[in-house]
C-alpha cells in the first residue's frame, strides 16, 4: 500500500507569494491532517480535514487555509507568505477508526 | 508542553546500549500517545503508541512507559544501532483532531 505522497518536495518563493501545497492520503484513510515543522517551534498543527469537512484548526493566521476533495486528496494554501512561512510542510492521513496518523516526507517551503 | 528537567534535547548513546527517551505531556485528558522518528530529509515515522488505559506496551526491540500520575512518557530502544540515530517525538492525542507534539529528543548513536 502507498504511503502518504506530497507535491512538490520543494518549493522556493518570495515574500507576498501564495502557494498551494497538495497530500495525497494513504488509500482508504479519509481523515488528513496539516503540520508545519520549524526548527523554533518543533511541529505544529495547522487543521485536520474528514469528508471534505474542517474539524479543527491550529493557531495560524487567515492566511494559513485548505480544503479536502471527495477522493480525500487534500491541499494546504498560504497566501501572501513570509519569511517566517519558510518551513516543512508535513502531511498526515489517519487509520480509519483510529487515532493512527502516517506521515508524508513533506514539502520544504522557502520563502525568500 | 515538556517539563524541563525531564526531557533532554540530545541523547549520546553507544551502539549496542539500551536508550531511554524521555518526554512529559501536558494535558491530563489525553488518551492516545504516540511515539515518531525523524531522519533527516524524511517525515516522522511512527514506532509504537499506546492507550491512556495501559501502562506498558511492547514492539520490537522498544517499549513505551506511561506514567499518567506524571504525564510521563518514555521509549525505550534495546540494542541501539547505527540506524536508530534521528529525532524522536513523543505525540499526545486529546480527543481533538489533531496531535500536540513534544520538543524533540535527537539521539545519536557513537559506534
Known amino acids: 500500500k502507498a504511503g502518504v505522497t506530497q507535491t512538490p518536495r520543494y518549493l522556493i518563493k518570495t515574500r507576498g507569494q501564495q502557494v498551494t501545497l497538495s497530500c495525497s492520503p494513504i488509500?482508504?484513510?479519509?481523515?488528513v491532517s496539516w503540520y508545519q515543522q520549524t526548527p523554533g517551534q518543533g511541529l505544529q498543527f495547522l487543521f485536520e480535514?474528514?469528508?471534505?469537512?474542517?474539524?479543527n484548526k491550529g493557531n495560524f493566521p487567515g492566511r494559513f487555509s485548505g480544503r479536502q476533495f471527495s477522493n480525500s486528496r487534500s491541499e494546504m494554501n498560504v497566501s501572501t507568505l513570509e519569511l517566517g512561512d519558510s518551513a516543512l510542510y508535513l502531511c498526515?492521513?489517519?487509520?480509519?477508526?483510529?487515532?493512527?496518523?502516517?506521515f508524508g516526507p513533506g514539502t520544504r517551503l522557502t520563502v525568500l | 508542553g515538556e517539563s524541563v528537567g525531564l526531557h533532554l534535547p540530545t541523547l549520546s548513546v553507544q551502539e549496542g546500549d539500551n536508550s531511554i527517551i524521555n518526554c512529559a505531556y501536558s494535558?491530563?485528558?489525553?488518551?492516545?500517545f504516540i511515539w515518531y522518528k525523524q531522519e533527516s530529509g524524511k517525515g516522522p515515522q511512527f514506532i509504537i503508541d499506546?492507550?491512556?488505559?495501559?501502562d506498558k506496551r511492547q514492539g520490537q526491540r522498544v517499549t513505551v512507559l506511561l506514567n499518567k500520575t506524571v504525564k510521563h512518557l518514555s521509549l525505550q530502544i534495546a540494542a541501539t544501532q547505527p540506524g536508530d540515530s534521528a529525532v524522536y517525538f513523543c505525540?499526545?492525542?486529546?480527543?481533538?483532531?489533531?496531535?500536540?507534539f513534544g520538543a524533540g529528543t535527537t539521539v545519536t548513536v557513537r559506534a
Open positions: 499506546i492507550r491512556s488505559n495501559m
Open positions: 494535558n491530563s485528558a489525553s488518551d492516545y
Open positions: 498526515a492521513s489517519t487509520v480509519q477508526g483510529t487515532n493512527e496518523q502516517f
Open positions: 505525540a499526545e492525542n486529546g480527543g481533538d483532531y489533531k496531535l500536540s
Open positions: 480535514y474528514f469528508s471534505e469537512t474542517q474539524r
Open positions: 488509500s482508504g484513510h479519509r481523515s
